[in-house]
């Protein structure tokens, strides 16, 4: 499907509950998203991808649905939700729906109904287990947040399975009924007039069936967390998920244009994560259309491990199946993790991101160059952080409200006194006020990368051919028919070299100030280029 919207497209990821609260209740809602959409149109983006709003306890911040077909009350209505999609088709904005398939909430009626007793009509929705008989847990299976995976209910008298938080039950997707149900919901957004689903945590999606002990790794020291300790053969990525994912892509059939993303988690080693990624995609195998792996985020951002993940990827995914992230809701700003903080690392990030292969995702405020926030422990609200604080700190920091205007209270997100999580200080000099008419921001230089991925077919569609250069300078060719486009980015500490072979017109300078018209370039640390090949190019600042 070369003509598909999102074949090279730029997804940007809104958490709804930080994005801009329009009532004052310091949670941000779909309202605030509608308004704010006009911002979005500007950041040269194709479409949005919303983390869930669905009716939800919270417990998971909304990846604990309780009803699929609601808008949880604390996000607005579903009302809220038609004008936020038809102001965003009005913008010329795809807009992607994450949906979190693999379990609900303790408290979905399905579940509520399952755990009555074992012969009601949905005894069979949910993963039961009988106790073994010394009354432990059915195998070894470890939850991803610690614990067991198993939770007891004392009116089965039976174990279920959650891979979360215990609040969050396993649906079973060996049983059809469940697969139809959740394929209704798909439809009912889909016929609302969404155009995709982010489909979360699919290596999830089933397990085997006979639920065997996963073996050990025999790791010597003890990690942050057991999850870590077993290798994960049997809990998840059961061959039997290609089976649901067939089923949902038929849904997505139905609607030409519609894309599915399967999320894949970073279980397992970066050897084969692209290809264990790559079996979710393909079209002739009735599969997703595209995947995104945090693996290469939660990695090294040194050169050696960019070129083998992007290597990987070349081998495995088809020009377009593959989507990149450097930052989400789940992991450390990228501003932070990989870089120091500064504005020019964080243009580096950006420019690198901006011409990957394939689509990409941004998450809100990493075109602020935010870095990841500290939050004391008192405001936490991440279950995950709560349990493993101080070692881990949990995802909250990742989280937190987007800063709008530098001198507003609660930076212009919020009329509330205080916010969910709280603001950090840091973040308001990179207020989108601040960056907005400065050429030099963050925010500018995000821009012009958008309109370079525009203008250029290469950057969009093209082919991705690495350069054999030395670190501290990774380098790559993208090639579609003539256009062709030379990505230098200097990754290290030092300065790094590149003799140019051929003639280039610079596209975009991130912090090369020495001249680029002479054979041997010079790229200072978090420097890059962007240059055309062929062609008649225009220089924007980077
Ligand atoms: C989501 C997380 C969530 C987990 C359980 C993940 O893949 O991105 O935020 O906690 O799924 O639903």
């Known amino acids: 499907m070369p003509d598909a919207w999102w074949q090279g497209a730029v997804i940007y990821q809104i958490y709804p509950r930080s994005f801009r609260d329009s009532n004052g209740d310091g949670i941000g809602d779909l ?3 509608a308004e704010n959409l006009d911002y979005v149109a500007s950041l040269g983006v194709d479409g949005v991808w919303l983390s869930p709003f669905f009716a939800s306890p919270m417990l998971d911040f909304g990846y604990d649905v309780s009803d699929y077909r609601a808008v949880d009350p604390a996000f607005g209505t579903l009302e809220d939700f038609d004008r936020l999609l038809a102001r965003a088709h009005g913008l010329g904005l795809k807009v992607i729906l994450d949906m979190v398939w693999c379990h609900t909430s303790d408290r979905h009626p399905w579940f509520e109904e399952s755990r009555q007793d074992r012969r009601n009509g949905r005894a069979d929705w949910y993963v039961w287990a ?3 008989a010394d009354g432990t847990p ?3 299976w470890l939850s991803v947040f610690g614990g067991p995976a198993w939770g007891w209910d004392a009116r089965r008298r039976q174990y279920y399975l959650h891979h979360f938080l215990p609040e969050q039950p396993k649906l079973d997707l060996r049983n059809s009924a469940v697969i139809e149900a959740l394929l209704e919901i798909g439809a009912f957004w889909l016929d609302r007039g969404v155009d995709g689903f ?4 699919v290596d999830f999606m089933t397990h085997d069936a006979l639920l065997r002990d996963n073996p050990a790794t025999g790791s010597a020291a003890a990690p942050l967390r057991p999850y870590a300790m077993q290798e994960h053969r049997h809990d998840i990525g059961n061959s039997a998920t290609f089976e649901v994912l067939g089923r949902i892509r038929a849904l997505l059939d139905r609607y030409p244009g519609a894309i599915s993303i399967a999320e894949v988690g970073s279980v397992g080693s970066l050897e084969n994560a692209f290809e264990r990624a790559a079996t979710y995609v393909g079209h002739e195998h009735r599969r997703l259309h595209a995947a995104y792996l945090l693996h290469v985020a939660k990695g090294s951002s040194e050169v050696g491990a960019i070129r083998a993940a992007i290597t990987q990827a070349n081998q495995s995914f088809d020009q377009g199946s593959i989507v990149w992230s450097f930052s989400n809701h789940d992991i450390e700003r990228v501003a932070s993790r990989w870089g120091d903080g500064s504005a020019a690392s964080a243009k580096a990030f950006l420019a690198l991101l901006a011409t990957m292969r394939g689509a990409v995702t941004l ?16 405001r936490l609200r991440d279950p995950y952080g709560r349990t ?3 070692a881990f700190k949990g995802r909250d920091g990742s989280r937190t409200p987007m800063p709008w205007e530098r001198r507003a209270p609660q930076a212009g997100f919020s009329a509330a006194a205080d916010t969910w999580l709280p603001i950090p200080d840091s973040h308001l000099p990179l207020a989108v006020d601040q960056q907005e008419h400065d050429p030099d921001s963050v925010l500018t230089g995000w821009r012009a990368l958008m309109r370079l991925r525009r203008d250029h077919a290469a950057l969009r569609l093209g082919t991705l051919h690495l350069l054999d250069i030395e670190p501290p300078v990774l380098g790559f060719e993208r090639r579609f028919q003539r256009d062709r486009v030379l990505c230098l980015f200097n990754l290290g500490d030092t300065d790094g070299h590149f003799t140019l072979t051929e003639r280039v017109t610079p596209l975009i300078a991130g912090g090369c100030t020495a001249p680029l018209d002479t054979k041997e370039i010079v790229i200072p640390s978090r420097g890059y280029l962007i240059a055309a090949l062929s062609g008649v190019a225009t220089v924007h600042e980077g």
């Open 388 to 390: 493993c604080w101080p």
């Open 363 to 378: 998450y809100q405020g990493e075109e602020l160059g935010l870095s990841q926030a500290e939050v004391p422990r008192a």
């Open 138 to 140: 059915p195998n070894n």
């Open 198 to 201: 982010r489909m979360d945590a």
């Open 31 to 33: 309202p605030g998203i």
């Open 130 to 132: 009988d106790p073994k």
